[in-house]
């Protein structure tokens, strides 16, 4: 009597697949909302990724979940060195809080201008920006808590949120043609003269 050895399924190469196609379709995703901001539309995406419009739709679900992944994971890059907030001189605190400010809009106001625009349109989008914007509001307020050494003023909170705003980035850098780092310089100047 013969036995014949079962075959044991392997899935790692369809994980492996599957990983591969997310990662396309989040980086065209990515580009293309940065770009085009909501008119971009999933065969856009389908064909800058390389992938079927089927796979963008199984690997993001809607257009809506597709741009909050996008953004997601934009914002997860946005690290923030608190501690960094809190050493040195006045100056060098000031520095170190524009310097990420600037480096985070250099990564999302792009993304961040199209996910208020479609917030905008679509009901179902419109809480997310909510909490978006909630959150973005929460971190100036933590970095003006390090750069202080304790609790901001509301006022004071406000104005960074204002001044800092991916909009005010967006206007100065795209419309008004400046470098990221005058961007920089002119905000260091401005929250200056927010801080006590």
């Keep these: 009597m013969t036995t014949t050895a079962r075959r044991t399924y392997d899935a790692s ?3 492996a697949m599957a990983a591969t196609n997310r990662a396309a379709v989040l980086e065209a995703a990515a580009e293309l909302f940065a770009t085009r901001g909501w ?11 390389q992938v079927s419009v089927e796979t963008v739709y199984a690997t ?3 257009k809506a ?6 953004v997601e994971l934009g914002s997860a890059g946005e690290r923030v060195d608190w501690a ?4 040195g001189d ?17 990564a999302v106001a792009e993304l961040s201008r199209t996910f208020a625009h479609a917030a905008s349109a ?21 970095g003006a808590r390090y750069v202080l050494g304790r609790r901001p003023s509301q006022d004071l909170v406000d ?17 008004a043609g400046w470098s990221p780092e005058k961007y920089r310089r002119w905000l260091t100047e401005r929250v200056d003269q927010l801080f006590p």
Aim: proline content about 1%; glycine content about 8%; hydrophobic content about 45%.
């Design 60 to 62: 993001a679900g809607s």
């Design 39 to 49: 008119a971009a539309g999933m065969r856009d995406v389908a064909r800058l990724a």
């Design 13 to 15: 190469r369809r994980r």
């Design 159 to 175: 104005g960074l949120w204002a001044l800092g705003s991916a909009e005010v980035y967006l206007r100065l850098t795209e419309t």
């Design 90 to 106: 006045r100056d060098q605190r000031m520095a170190d809080l524009t310097r990420w400010v600037t480096e985070s809009h250099q």
């Design 84 to 87: 960094a907030l809190a050493r």
């Design 65 to 70: 979940e597709l741009l909050l992944q996008v």
């Design 122 to 142: 679509d009901p179902a989008l419109a809480g997310h920006w909510e909490e978006y914007d909630a959150g973005q509001r929460a971190r100036f307020a933590a």
